[in-house]
């Protein structure tokens, strides 16, 4: 099933199959919901699974301004409106770990749980800022395209660049599909995305946090700044910051185990 707006609100554009408990699986920047293909079928065999494109991003319409990650949480929330959907397991990839926070802090009683895959609930630094500026302003200048190549391979572990190469060419083409106003919109979003720490320590929620051991773009010190008995922290060995690319089958069983362990403690 697919759909992109609603009269009444903004809809992502999406694909959603199967049945039971819902679970949504969000992209990063300059992604779009075919990064999650290859861990689709492992998890639509046991739950309803939504898979969305991020405002400006593939199959998702642009509009114009700041993508806010508080804009970004209530795409979201209108697609779990759209289908009468109460509650949901949500996991967000980078940039959509942002957005999922937001969805968390404002909406705690729309989730039965969230995951942040290769995502922080950290603030940018000021470097990370003036990268988002010079982003937005290469998009203008050069094209999403020329973003694409140089930020696609970097996502990937430095192993994972050669042996992987059809996945990164995969990616990269998937990039392509972004619109300007997207790429440039998301960038300044996240610029200005406040530090969501305190979401992470004070929910009630299970929180999965999964992070990978050659990831390039969010350091160690930054993956896990948060522990707590509803906190689980996993690393995924040889991956970077495309696990669903590099190890779909490893991060389908993460988030199956997440589910199951939080489904059980609720029964």
Known sequence: MTNQQSSSAFLPGFEQKGTGIPVVLLHGYLGSRRYWHDVFPALVSQYRVIMADVRGHASSPATEGVYTMEQLAEDTLALLNRYEIPKAYVFGHSLSGYSTLALAEKYPDRLLGFGLIHSTPLADTDTAKEGRLQTAERVKTEGVAAVVDGLIPKLFAPANRT???HKVTAAKEIGYSATAQGAIGCALGMRERPDRTHVLRDTKLPVLLLAGEHDEVIPPDRRFPVSGDHIKAVTLP????????E?????????????????????
Request: net charge negative; hydrophobic share 40%; proline share 3%.
């Open 247 to 267: 190890d779909p089958s490893r991060l389908a069983d993460e988030i199956v185990a997440f589910i199951e362990k939080n489904e059980g403690n609720r029964a």
């Open 238 to 245: 040889g991956t970077g910051h495309m696990s669903m690319m």
């Open 163 to 165: 042996a992987m190469e």
